[in-house]
């Protein structure tokens, strides 16, 4: 197991940890969260070795391996697919003994150790993980040179995914995928061998892919059993008790003292008044919990246009001589909320490229809104802002004609405050460059947001304030993103970019995940679509009652079971120093009551559905 035993560390005099314990079980799978800044990348550095406690210890197991990606794999000529068989070093040493060995002996050793690793499948194990995250068989024997940085740095995922380490730690890893390379890394990393702690901000990641939430806050660490929805639960409503608690103290408080100033200088009730003081030493105070600062986003508001605002006919668009996309149909409204969907490479950029007037159609017609104003949002251009300047500046540049108050109030509406306006953008984190080239795409108010992959570095807070402002707003929204989060809440229509088309895909993007993820062959899916459904009988219909009120009762059960906890878990004495192992015990229980319920739930979902069928 991984021990974290009361560490302490400091960054130019910031106290990141002071006391921090943690324990993860050997084979978990753990989401690490906290506030941006808050240390989890420092953490990760401290589990590695890379940087020196100045107090407690971490301890891993005698020659665990850690692996993790540091950097980008280097431009050169060598091949995807060798660059990730050499990240297995011992199989790439075998090899090569293997080929110089004389001892008979030795030959032996080195024969039966290739064979337990399983050195003979790695080629095809390499593959596979690169096809997951988008390169296929041809893409996988050019070399890393034909590929720019966020690709290089999925092959550099790729190496530590296939090294397999003991301790596999992950930052931020889908920030550069796309939605497939995203939900293949889920579905992945459910089935990885050995313990994983990813910092992640990807709510659906971190529901499906771990079992355990390790939470950074206020330099202390708490671990949570269960997945970000349970964590999310358990934290509201420990909250919520702590608030509670503070209050009730704060009015006993306030009582006590009142009798004590009324009555202290009256000699028949200085004893009681006395006795009182003395209670309000004892008192430990209880501090309410502090809400951070909210993350907002405040898009302008467009006047309305007659639609649609974009039409195209039998349109083709490319580059050069190539043809990317052909016969294009669609039709843009300015209330539309639209997500393009399509593995890297199928055109989903070249689309956005096109709508945003960044790229001219090579035939077919193109009718746009002549008053139409279009914001763009691209992962480029949160790179391209000027590091030398501050965010004031930048908007100086483009509102030259404002006052520093509207323009200050500006930056505060994308939760850039004072200190933030006046910071070199090179010293701004990650999401507050995000924040900022946000705001400078929506200046105008847009009548047209496109947003390609928007969430890349915003903290969970600022992906939620994201969701609320596109909800809000009154413009047509263009989304390309890997958050299945923020697609489902702000999507309600889906265009599948594919085999060089455009068109509308009907089902949902849970039914748009299992498709890519489905090992199912097309023939037997035809199969069994062509398969005639048998009508159901009375006594199939009656089990099916049974069954849907036997799945009730369980989760009106379960739910009565999750109060319960919930209550034991508000006790704040649950809380104290003494009693830390009896709560994280509670939590646990908790925490699979969560996971059941969430099961049983599901169930009951879907007996009412086939009881639904079998009624129609």
Known sequence: MLKISDISYNVEGRPLFEGASATIPTGHKVGLIGRNGAGKTTLFRLIRGELSLEGGSITLPDRAKIGGVAQEVPSNEVSLIDTVLASDTERTELLAEAETATDPGRIADIQTRLSDIDAWSAEARAGSILRGLGFDHEDQLKPC??????????????AVLFSQPDYLLLDEPTNYLDLEGALWLEAYLVKYPHTVLIISHDRELLNRSVNA??????????????PYDSFAK????QRAVQAAAAKKQDLQRAHLQSFVDRFKAKASKAKQAQSRVKMLEKMTPITAPEDAARVVFTFPAPEELSPPIIATESTSVGYGDTIVLKNLNLRIDQDDRIALLGKNG???STLAKLLSGRLERKSGKFTISNKLRIGF???????????????IQHLMRLRSHEGQAKIRARLASFGLGAAQAETVVGRLSGGQKARLSLLLATLDAPHLLILDEPTNHLDIESREALVEALTAYRGAVILVSHDMHLLSLVADRLWLVKDGSVKPYEDDLESYRKLLLSSDKPAAKEKAKAAAPKKPTRENVAALRADVKKC???????????????KKLADPALYEAEKLGEMEVWQKKYGEVMEAQDRAEAMWMTALEKLEKANA
Not at 553 to 566: H, I, Q, T
């Open 552 to 566: 009730e009762e369980r989760v009106n059960k379960l739910n009565e079971m999750s109060e319960k906890l919930a």
């Open 213 to 226: 939430i390790l939470h950074l806050d206020e330099r202390k660490l708490t671990y949570y059993t269960g």
């Open 145 to 158: 040179s034909a590929y720019s940085g966020g690709w290089r740095m999925r092959v550099a995922l790729a």
């Open 346 to 348: 199928q055109g989903k």
């Open 234 to 237: 358990q934290r509201a409503a």
């Open 377 to 391: 949002f691209a992962q480029h251009q949160v790179d391209e802002l000027y590091v030398d300047e501050t965010p």
